[in-house]
């Protein structure tokens, strides 16, 4: 099956799909802040497509990133879903009580039309999830089932492109395993319905299938196995993830640098995190934990540099845990312990707890994905976008590369690549251009 869609160039009338799969709390956050962003209703706090600015190498500010490179504006966005409660989302935004009611009940109107597409789900991936409204039959016949869905969401909003950003859960701890190793592997494995391939690797082969790149917001093993990257290798698309970064791993990833910098040893890390909505139920099962802490435990070792500083962070002990506690909803608390070695051998400690709110810090980086990932495919990038490391736990590398967790070398490189790309806009007459 080839492309569905050719690319277009943007424009005030081009329409994107924004299709998910997952309906829950950051589903339809995301969507709901679109939404009252459009209206006027709140700001667009925490997106760096809408509030940032393009920096210059020195890292002074040139012009406002949406003046800069040609991204969808947000009239154009239609966004698509798949879960496997039927609720619409007006329905699902209410029961994650992550918004206020009253500010949900202001936009009824628009949440109550989208309704979730029945979803791929096979809960031997997430055990603690279950409903009604889910695909039978083979995994093949499920992947094709997905890639109608695409081809008639496209269609009857008149989308002229379209990319997908993973918003369900968890799923169960997996390896590499054959069915995952090459394209025609995994196509055979769909045949056979193998067991080892997980819904989220569907939903990526569906919309590669169909020209849509792909963003995968949770650890999930995807879009980095082999036959997903010979697909979008194939298939000329960007692919970026894996796990919004939001709060704890946020957090660690900007305090570490600074520790790093100091040189100031770190004997110890140890990370605990209390939540209550269908996230932290998912994650109260070990399967799924599991993946989740594996990303989670990623980020401290390519920061901190054992093998040139070994006195300061070979012994390193880094430790996580998560817990299910259902009073405390979408509100998560995460608390960090951190022990340190200063100097002559003096320790030190520091303390967190970072109260946030986890679908609120991941909602704006749906809009953000959507949009980049979109801009880097109007621009011809292929494969895992390295640059967009920035939003990610464990970010997705080229084959053998090795994964940049500091903050401020994200930044550098996401910067670094906007400017590229402000440049080749500029010289289409895309955009006016800035002065840097």
């Known amino acids: ?29 995301a969507i709901a802040g679109v939404e009252a962003i459009k209206r006027k209703l709140a700001p667009p706090i925490g997106s760096l497509t809408q509030l940032g600015h393009l920096l210059d190498e020195a890292g002074r500010p040139i012009a406002p990133l949406r003046e800069s490179v040609p991204l969808s504006p947000l009239s154009g966005l239609c966004f698509g879903t798949w879960d496997p409660i039927p609720d619409n989302a007006y329905q699902a935004a209410l029961k994650a009580k992550v918004l206020e009611a009253d500010q949900v009940e202001e936009l009824k109107e ?7 597409m029945p979803a791929a789900f096979d809960q031997q991936w997430v055990k603690r999830l279950n409903g009604p409204n889910v695909k039978k039959g083979s995994k093949r016949a499920i992947a094709e089932e997905l890639c109608a869905d695409i081809r008639g969401f496209m269609e009857k909003n008149r989308c002229q492109r379209g990319v997908m950003v993973w918003t369900g859960s ?12 090459s394209l025609r592997a995994f196509e055979t494995g769909l045949d056979r319905s193998d067991p080892d391939i997980a819904p989220s690797m ?4 569906a919309a590669m299938q169909c020209g849509l790149p792909y963003a995968n917001g949770a650890p999930n093993l995807t879009t980095e196995i082999p036959a997903l990257r010979e697909l979008a290798e194939r298939k000329g698309l960007p692919t970026c993830g894996k796990d ?13 640098p600074m520790l790093a910098a100091r040189l100031l040893g770190v004997d ?45 962070y070979s012994a390193t002990e880094h430790k996580v845990s998560i817990h299910y506690y259902k009073l405390r909803g979408d509100n998560k608390e995460a608390w960090d ?19 946030c709110r986890d679908s609120i810090l991941a909602a704006p980086l749906v809009l953000d994905m959507a949009l980049l990932l979109d801009l880097a495919h109007t621009e011809g990038a292929v494969g895992p976008q390295e640059w967009m490391s920035f939003f990610f736990k464990s970010p997705l590398t080229i084959k053998d590369g090795t994964a940049v967790h500091d903050l401020f070398k994200q930044q550098t ?14 010289a289409k007459g895309l955009v006016a251009g800035a002065k840097s």
């Open 110 to 116: 628009e949440l109550s039309a989208i309704r979730p």
């Open 170 to 181: 968890t799923e169960a701890y997996c390896e590499l395993s054959p069915a995952h190793k």
């Open 268 to 312: 110890g890390w140890f990370s605990t995190n209390i939540l209550g909505n269908r996230d932290g139920e998912v994650l109260d099962d070990q399967a799924s934990y599991k993946t989740k802490e594996t990303s989670k435990l990623s980020v401290l070792s390519s920061i901190f540099d054992a093998g040139r500083y070994p006195e300061l």
């Open 413 to 426: 490189e996401l910067y670094a690549r906007l400017r590229q790309y402000a440049k080749s806009a500029a």
């Open 244 to 256: 919004f970064k939001t709060g704890q791993t946020l957090m660690k990833t900007t305090l570490a």
């Open 337 to 355: 312990a951190i022990d340190l070695t200063g100097w002559l051998g003096y320790p030190m400690q520091i303390k967190i707890n970072f109260q």
């Open 202 to 205: 569907i939903y990526a082969w």
């Open 1 to 29: 099956m080839g492309d569905i869609f050719r690319l277009q160039s943007h424009g005030e009338n081009q329409r994107l799909a924004v299709l998910m799969p997952g309906q829950g709390a950051v589903a339809t956050t």
